[in-house]
C-alpha cells in the first residue's frame, strides 16, 4: 500500500504522550479539536486531503512537536500507526454545497472513509468517534428530536449523498461494535459556528456575517421563520472530548448541539446588531429538502456526559464575526467594522487568521 508520508516538525515528539488520530484535521471543527487534544496532552496525527480544509487551520500547529500532519485521503486504507489510542473521523464536508458538489465523493467518504477509519482503530484497539449529523433526522416531523427519533430522509434527494452517507456510516460503526466489539461511539453534531469556518460555508451564520460586513443584503430563504439552533465551537469540541472520556460507551448515537432556537429572521437581526449595520433582506425560494426546524434534545448528553452548551449566542457570534472580518480584511473586502464593544469580547477568543501556510518539515515515517 502506498501510505500517506507523515509529516511533522524537526523537533521530534515528546515521550509518552499518548496518540491520537484525527481525520479531518484542517477542517474547522478538526483544527480546534487538534488543539485541544494537543493542551489536554496527547500527540495528534492530523489527517486531511485539503478538500474543504485549510492549511492556515494548522498554521498555529506546524512546529509544535506533538502534531504529525499527513495529506491522505480516508477512502484509501491508512498506515498501522504506534501507540494509537484514539481514532476520530471529522472527515466530510459538513456545509451543503461542498458536499453537493461532488456527491459521489461525499457518499463514499462517509462510507467508505469511515470504514478504513473502523478498521484502523479496531486493529489498534483504540477508542473511535464518529461525528455524525442532525441531518440524518432529515426534515422532522418530531420537535426536538431525541436520539431515538429515526429521521425523514429523502434517498434519492440532493442532500441524500450527505444524509444517507452519514446513515450508513453509523451502521457500520455499530456493525463494528457487534462484529468486533470495537469501542465506537457516536456523536450527532448540530449546526455548530465559530472561527475558521470558510468565507464561502454557505450556512447561515457564514452567509449572514460576510454579507453584513461586506455591506450586502442579507439572503433569507423562504419565510426565514424556520428556526436553528447553533452551537458555538468550544462547547462541541468540549462535547466530543466527554464523549470519547466517558469510561462506560454509550450504547447509542448521542446529540451534541444547542437547544437554543432561533428564527433565521431573528439570527440576521442579531448579525446586524452586532456588526452595527441596518439590516437589509432579499428573499429567495427555500433550497431542496431544507428542514424546517431543527433542535437538538440532549437529555442524553446531559445525564451521560454531564455536559451543555455553555457560550451565549452573542459571545460567539462576537468571536466569530471577528474572524470574519479579518479575513475579509485581508481581501480587502470589509466595508462594515465589528461594533467596538464587541471586539474586546472577540478577541480573547480570537484565532490567529494569518494566511501564513502551513510549513511542516518531513521526518520519518513512523509506521
Ligand atoms: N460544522 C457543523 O455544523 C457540523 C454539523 C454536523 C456534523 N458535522 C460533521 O463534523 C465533521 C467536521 O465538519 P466541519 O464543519 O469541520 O467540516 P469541514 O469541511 O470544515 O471539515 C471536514 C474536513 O475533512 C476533510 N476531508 C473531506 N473529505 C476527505 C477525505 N476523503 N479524506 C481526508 N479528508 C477529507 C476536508 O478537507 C476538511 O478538512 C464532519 O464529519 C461533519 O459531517 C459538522
Known sequence: ???????????????????A???????????????RLIDDGWRVYGVDDFHTGLARNLAHLADHPDFVFMEHDIRRPLPKIAGLAQVWNLACPASPPHYQDQPIRTATTSVVGTLNLLELATQAEAR???????????DPEVHPQPESYRGCV?????RACYDEGKRMAEALCYDFVRQYGTDVRVARVFNTYGPRMRLDDGRIVSNFVAQALTGQKLTIYGSG????????????????????????RPETPVNLGNPEEYSILEMAEMIGRLTGRRIRTTHDPLPADDPRRRRPDIALARRLLDWEPRVPLRTGLAATIDWFAELLAEEGRLVAKPAAELRGAAARRREPAGGAAVSLGLAAPEH
Do not use: K, W
Open 154 to 158: 429523502n434517498t434519492t434527494g440532493p
Open 21 to 35: 488520530l484525527i481525520a479531518g484535521a484542517a477542517g474547522f471543527l478538526g483544527s480546534h479539536l487538534a488543539t
Open 128 to 138: 473511535f468517534v464518529m461525528t455524525s449529523t442532525s441531518e440524518i433526522y432529515g
Open 1 to 19: 500500500m502506498n501510505g500517506p508520508t507523515p509529516q511533522t516538525n524537526r523537533r521530534g515528539p515528546r515521550p509518552n504522550r499518548p496518540v
Open 225 to 248: 421563520r424556520q428556526t436553528r439552533s447553533f452551537c458555538y465551537v468550544d462547547d462541541l469540541v468540549e462535547g466530543l472530548v466527554r464523549l470519547i472520556e466517558v469510561e462506560r
